[in-house]
């Protein structure tokens, strides 16, 4: 069997794993509202990490640019394969944790996300999927093509969602009233 083959198989386990995992946990395959859409968009509705795709999605794609960064390092010792699985991994990982009821918690406690209940199974897979081009792109692309998408990536969320990567890490592990204040702004249209 050849590396891409083995490197394929390998990541479908992780990704299964997760999905299993997260059907263990009692998480929801799909909306409740049994709309065959693939995404929302809005993310002050019930709707939001319920549908294949949202807002959200455009930050698994940033983390795949982040994980090649920060394992980059391991690339004397770690082949390019065995840190996109690693990377993986831990994309698979960081779904399952969100999903727990500590995460979910934190989430309504100090973030904008009120209404947050978890993801569905199908939000948790397409945000993987995301996660893959931003990881193909930094693997591939120069550094300053990296960061500028990063940059870009990051400026178009806030200003359509008041969100984005670094938002949600900041909020997440050092709450400021400040940027909670401006991002609920957003539910009343200020």
């Known amino acids: ?63 795949g640019l982040v994980f090649y960064a920060a394992l980059w390092p391991l ?31 934190r989430y309504r406690a100090v973030t904008m996300s009120l209404d947050y209940y978890g993801d569905s199974i199908v939000n948790s897979l397409g945000d993987v999927l995301c996660f893959l081009p931003g990881w193909w792109v930094a693997a591939r692309a120069r550094v300053r093509v990296s960061v500028a998408l990063f940059v870009a990536t990051e400026l178009l969320t806030a200003v359509w969602i008041r969100d984005g990567l670094v938002l949600n890490v900041i909020m997440l592990l050092w709450p400021l009233d400040a940027i909670r204040d401006w991002q609920m702004a957003g539910l009343t249209g200020g």
């Open 1 to 63: 069997m050849g590396q891409e083959r083995r490197t394929a198989l390998v990541g479908i386990a992780i990704t299964a794993g997760m999905l299993l995992l997260l059907a263990a946990m009692g998480r929801t395959w799909w909306c409740a509202c049994g709309s065959p859409v693939p995404w929302s968009f809005d993310v002050w509705s019930s709707h939001n990490s319920q549908h294949l795709v949202d807002p959200y999605s455009l930050s698994h794609f940033l983390h």
């Open 75 to 105: 690339g004397r010792r770690l082949s390019l394969r065995t840190r996109f699985l690693l990377a993986l991994g831990i994309e698979a990982g960081w779904e399952v944790l969100e999903n727990t009821p500590m995460v979910i918690e």
